[in-house]
């Protein structure tokens, strides 16, 4: 039997990314605990084979396509479950892409593509999110950073990395403003989780899979359903004193100095 503080039975959680990865596991993981899910993605038919994932554990899922970066597409969201649903009790941030280019050659386009990706539109889905949870007095808002956010990752990733410090600090702000009138807002850091674009880096340059590992003492990736313990306990009263939190979800890797190692790994140890 599950411990009561972890239930999820009567919440209505929106989880963007849902098609797949984190999301999906994330959206599942909800699911499991007992909350009913607004899926969206940009990928439609991704994001319905999670909704009838969804519905085989007896739960109710509607999925909706949407394009993060889009803020109008954002609020045309809420305004959905807002019919449906009538309330929203969590937010899952997890979608957003990055791009790599060396910076001094990267367009400005690109550059400003990353952030209405991950900051803007994580932005406005917070305040729309968070309008609806300050009036019902109570909310959990999650969003997925990157260890990219806290330390460079080198390789082209400024962007990226620039808009995920940025993540990390809204978390902050938003939970100093709101979390006195009920809604807790934190973060999830997560260091390289095996996904398909990963796999496909990975295959097109090997030497990279080393290079990850290196700075991942526990010595595996990350699992999409990594994801899922960690959610659950942000969502759920069991985290009702927990705000502001930049919790890392990296196998050690932050834990690691640079140029440090660690027992049977890829790089000099002794």
Partial sequence: MSHPLFDLSGRVAIVSGAASGMGKAMSIGFAESGADLALIDINLPGAEATAHDIARLG????????????????????????????KVDILGNVAGEGVTDRPEEIELSKVERVFRNLVIGRFCACQEAGRRMLKQGKGSIISIGSIGGVSSLGRGHTPYGMAMAAVIQ???????????????????????????GLAERIKAMPHLEQTFLGGIPIGRFGKPDDIKGLAIFLASDASSWV????????GGNLALNAGGSYPDGPRAYG
């Fill in 59 to 86: 739960r109710r899922a509607i999925a909706v396509k949407c394009d993060v970066s889009e803020p109008e597409q954002i609020r045309a969201v809420f305004g959905r479950v807002d019919k449906e649903f009538e």
């Fill in 170 to 196: 809204m978390t902050r702000e938003l939970s100093t403003e709101w979390s006195k009138r009920g809604v807790r807002v934190n973060c999830i850091v997560p260091a390289q989780v095996m996904n398909k």
């Fill in 243 to 250: 705000t502001g939190a930049i919790i890392p979800l990296d």
